[in-house]
């Protein structure tokens, strides 16, 4: 397809490129490993970028992300979601059967464990697994205190799994109004990982891996104490959560989508040809609508149907029917798994268009 065609989600490689390396000036010198999570991107191209600036193996939401990745010669993989149902197992089985693999995954439940446990008696080793922990936001992870403690000890022994590590990820902070709050949640992040680890220690369990952070936290390194590695995914691309409250400029936003005006019902507002369905309807918490329009600060994208944007600015809209608009997103992450393709550019010339490899493998 025509990267000119609109609506087109466009990567600036430049920007992607001096993403990567940024982060890992910032986490080397403190001794941190980063694994950047490709649900962002779920791109090859990509995820082999980040691995060759030298990121430490990847990370995959799911089984399915997973898969793609290895047949595309990734050979370090973290899945960081619970398998569970002897379908997933058995999957599983044949990834942890690749020549030259390195994957783990998590666990959140007993049976979970259990159920990984026997796979890897099958196999006569035992799995290496990390204990998900709950951020926060209620999504399946083990709370901290008698919780985690109770749940260390009944996994503890079980034969065909080696608890090698704690995951921890805080995605409240998309919440936070100020960089203040971002920078206080993020130290009680922290403080409360260390905690958690400190109670497996207790209960017997060494754990040398402790993953957390985010992209919010690559803002913030200094308060990554107790981290021994980051799997941040936004910030290859960054987007309107983090330009909104001045944690990233326009320059570093490495992914926008391309739209043209199509309508104009009145002197207020532009409709354009980019909806739901390729905007997404996430909301961004510190600015209304659904998306930055580059350079037009006021103006709202207020509503979205399917394939159509509704853009308002009070005191009237300069736009002309066929302009094309340059839109960051309220969050770049959910952007990729939405097209075949995002078109590359450098220094403002296109150079390729780059599969999204693992698109839809949400199982």
């Known amino acids: 397809?025509?990267?000119?065609?609109?609506?087109?989600?466009?990567?600036d490689l430049d920007a992607a490129e001096r993403n990567i390396k940024n982060a890992l000036a910032k986490l080397e010198p403190l001794g941190i490993s980063h694994r950047p999570h490709i649900k962002t991107h779920k791109s090859v191209f990509l995820a082999r970028l980040q691995?060759?600036?030298?990121?430490?193996?990847?990370?995959?939401?799911?089984?399915?992300?997973?898969?793609?990745?290895?047949?595309?010669?990734?050979?370090?993989?973290?899945?960081?979601?619970?398998?569970?149902?002897?379908?997933?197992?058995?999957?599983?089985?044949?990834?942890?059967?690749?020549?030259?693999?390195?994957?783990?995954?998590?666990?959140?439940?007993?049976?979970?464990?259990?159920?990984?446990?026997?796979?890897?008696?099958?196999?006569?080793?035992?799995?290496?697994?990390?204990?998900?922990?709950d951020g926060g936001i209620g999504r399946g992870?083990?709370?901290?205190?008698?919780?985690?403690?109770?749940?260390?000890l009944a996994v503890k022994d079980l034969p065909g799994i080696a608890v090698?590590?704690?995951?921890?990820?805080?995605?409240?902070?998309?919440?936070?109004?100020?960089?203040?709050?971002?920078r206080a949640r993020l130290g009680a992040e922290s403080r409360e990982i260390?905690?958690?680890?400190?109670?497996?220690?207790?209960?017997?369990?060494?754990?040398?891996?402790?993953?957390?952070?985010?992209?919010?936290?690559?803002?913030?390194?200094?308060e990554l104490t107790g981290i021994t590695e980051v799997r941040a995914g936004n910030y290859i691309f960054n987007d309107n959560a983090l330009l909104s409250l001045d944690l990233?400029?326009?320059?570093?936003?490495?992914?926008?989508?391309?739209?043209?005006?199509?309508?104009?019902?009145?002197?207020?507002?532009?409709?354009?040809?980019?909806?739901?369905?390729t905007l997404t309807s996430d909301l961004c918490a510190n600015r209304p609508g659904y998306g930055f329009i580059i350079g037009e600060p006021e103006a709202e994208i207020y509503k979205l149907n399917e394939e159509h944007?509704?853009?308002?600015?009070?005191?009237?809209?300069?736009?002309?029917?066929?302009?094309?608009?340059?839109?960051?997103?309220?969050?770049?992450?959910v952007i990729p798994n939405l097209c075949d393709e995002i078109y590359a550019f450098r220094s403002g010339r296109f150079e390729k268009a780059i599969p999204i490899d693992a698109r839809g493998k949400n199982r």
């Open 248 to 277: 990233t400029n326009e320059e570093d936003c490495a992914l926008r989508i391309h739209a043209a005006v199509v309508a104009r019902p009145d002197a207020e507002t532009a409709i354009i040809d980019a909806g739901s369905k």
């Open 51 to 133: 691995l060759q600036t030298g990121c430490r193996g990847i990370t995959c939401a799911k089984l399915g992300e997973a898969e793609v990745m290895a047949d595309g010669g990734i050979t370090d993989i973290l899945i960081a979601y619970p398998l569970i149902g002897p379908d997933k197992l058995e999957r599983y089985r044949s990834l942890l059967l690749r020549e030259g693999m390195t994957v783990r995954t998590i666990i959140n439940s007993v049976p979970g464990a259990k159920g990984l446990s026997d796979l890897g008696v099958s196999l006569g080793r035992r799995l290496p697994v990390c204990i998900e922990l």
């Open 141 to 152: 992870g083990i709370k901290t205190g008698a919780p985690l403690r109770d749940f260390a």
């Open 309 to 333: 944007g509704f853009v308002k600015k009070e005191g009237g809209i300069d736009m002309e029917i066929g302009q094309e608009l340059c839109i960051i997103p309220n969050h770049a992450c």
């Open 194 to 222: 260390r905690r958690c680890a400190a109670i497996l220690n207790e209960a017997g369990i060494h754990v040398p891996l402790i993953s957390g952070g985010s992209s919010f936290s690559l803002c913030f390194p200094e």
């Open 164 to 182: 090698t590590g704690i995951l921890h990820y805080g995605g409240g902070v998309y919440g936070c109004k100020t960089k203040n709050e971002v």
């Open 1 to 11: 397809m025509d990267y000119r065609s609109t609506p087109s989600v466009r990567i």
